[in-house]
């Protein structure tokens, strides 16, 4: 394998999707744009909304369920921006890589121009959200509009972009927080934060796993690769670091040890991911990737009966 080397997927191959009954009734005009901002893989919203319901939760949001539902349609339309335009920067690395070179760009399916429209819409759906926000919040909000920007360059010129990731994909905790509290306790949101870092540093890292030899093979940084042959062991490390720091978090909310046990569940199971994860099985890295979203939820749940309590 060479760094001039087009690999051509299986034309016969299907992308793994949990909603592709959904996909499939649309217009077939359409599935190209729905594929592109990633509504057949809806795992990336739940991972970009728990963090905006552990905010709200946690500082104690008074009724909180409606603006978690706006927060969670904002997380799809942002998500969705983002991969279009992680795409359109990185059209030449997914072209070049088995994984992603069937991707709506890549493969010609969409346009550059057309992807740019569709971020468009996109971001009109996500000002609707943002205008839902109080001010503190919207302000949190936009703040974040520069660490997007730069995320997709950022495996171009670090052996760590999941690191900037874990600042990009987990801004929806201060969003959270911000939009219940304004801007009192920071403390426990500067811990709360940091656990969130850590975990999406990790669960990212363990998804990386899957294109370690694409990765090497064009010259694009992976924590995957620079953690080397300590990836499960780099995987504990941030877990355990999340785990610590949410702890800290919940107990300046709630200064009683009982209120920690409230974190065991979600600390077994990102300790299952960890212990039981094989870098070199891309199948088994995938669906230990994927069950962060269980692992979100109850962190969610952790988070709603200490703030709610």
């Given at each position: 394998?060479?760094?001039?080397m087009?690999?051509?997927?299986?034309?016969?191959?299907?992308?793994?999707?949990?909603?592709?009954?959904?996909?499939?009734?649309?217009?077939?005009?359409?599935r190209?744009?729905?594929?592109?901002?990633?509504?057949?893989?809806?795992?990336?919203?739940?991972?970009?909304?728990?963090?905006?319901?552990?905010?709200?939760?946690?500082?104690?949001?008074?009724?909180?369920?409606?603006?978690?539902?706006?927060?969670l349609?904002?997380?799809?339309a942002?998500?969705?921006?983002?991969?279009?335009?992680?795409?359109?920067v990185?059209?030449?690395?997914?072209?070049?890589?088995?994984?992603?070179?069937?991707?709506?760009?890549?493969?010609?399916?969409?346009?550059?121009r057309?992807?740019?429209?569709?971020?468009?819409?996109?971001?009109?759906?996500?000002?609707?959200?943002?205008?839902?926000?109080r001010w503190?919040?919207?302000?949190?909000?936009?703040?974040?509009?520069?660490?997007?920007?730069?995320?997709?360059?950022?495996?171009?010129?670090?052996?760590?972009?999941?690191?900037?990731?874990?600042?990009?994909?987990?801004?929806?905790?201060?969003?959270g927080?911000v939009?219940?509290?304004?801007?009192?306790?920071?403390?426990?949101?500067?811990l709360?934060?940091?656990?969130?870092?850590a975990?999406?540093?990790?669960?990212?890292?363990i998804?990386?796993c899957?294109?370690?030899e694409?990765?090497?093979?064009?010259?694009?940084?992976?924590?995957?690769?620079?953690?080397?042959?300590?990836?499960?062991?780099?995987?504990?490390?941030?877990?355990?670091l999340?785990?610590?720091?949410?702890?800290?978090?919940?107990?300046?909310?709630?200064?009683?040890?009982?209120?920690?046990?409230?974190?065991?569940?979600?600390?077994?199971?990102?300790?299952?991911?960890?212990?039981?994860?094989?870098?070199?099985?891309?199948?088994?890295?995938?669906?230990?990737f994927?069950?962060?979203?269980?692992?979100?939820?109850?962190?969610?749940?952790?988070?709603?009966?200490?703030?709610?309590?």
């Amino acid at each position: 394998m060479t760094d001039t080397m087009t690999i051509v997927p299986d034309s016969q191959h299907v992308p793994d999707s949990e909603l592709r009954g959904l996909i499939a009734l649309l217009p077939p005009s359409w599935r190209p744009y729905a594929m592109l901002a990633r509504f057949d893989r809806p795992i990336g919203w739940w991972l970009l909304f728990w963090p905006c319901a552990w905010g709200l939760f946690l500082a104690g949001a008074r009724m909180p369920w409606a603006m978690a539902l706006w927060m969670l349609a904002g997380a799809i339309a942002m998500r969705g921006a983002g991969c279009v335009y992680n795409d359109i920067v990185d059209v030449d690395i997914d072209r070049r890589v088995a994984r992603t070179a069937a991707r709506p760009i890549a493969s010609g399916a969409v346009t550059r121009r057309a992807a740019w429209v569709w971020i468009a819409a996109l971001l009109a759906a996500g000002l609707l959200v943002l205008l839902q926000l109080r001010w503190q919040a919207q302000l949190v909000a936009l703040a974040s509009l520069l660490l997007v920007a730069a995320y997709p360059f950022m495996k171009r010129i670090t052996g760590w972009p999941q690191a900037w990731l874990g600042l990009v994909f987990t801004w929806g905790a201060p969003v959270g927080w911000v939009q219940a509290s304004a801007f009192d306790r920071l403390a426990p949101l500067g811990l709360l934060y940091l656990g969130c870092w850590a975990w999406c540093m990790g669960y990212d890292t363990i998804y990386a796993c899957q294109d370690r030899e694409d990765d090497m093979a064009i010259g694009i940084g992976s924590s995957a690769l620079s953690f080397g042959r300590h990836v499960r062991g780099g995987v504990m490390a941030l877990y355990a670091l999340a785990i610590g720091a949410w702890g800290g978090a919940v107990w300046l909310v709630r200064p009683d040890p009982l209120a920690l046990l409230a974190l065991l569940p979600v600390a077994v199971h990102l300790g299952w991911q960890a212990l039981t994860l094989r870098p070199d099985d891309g199948d088994g890295a995938l669906a230990r990737f994927r069950s962060n979203r269980f692992a979100g939820l109850l962190m969610a749940a952790a988070c709603y009966v200490v703030g709610m309590s």
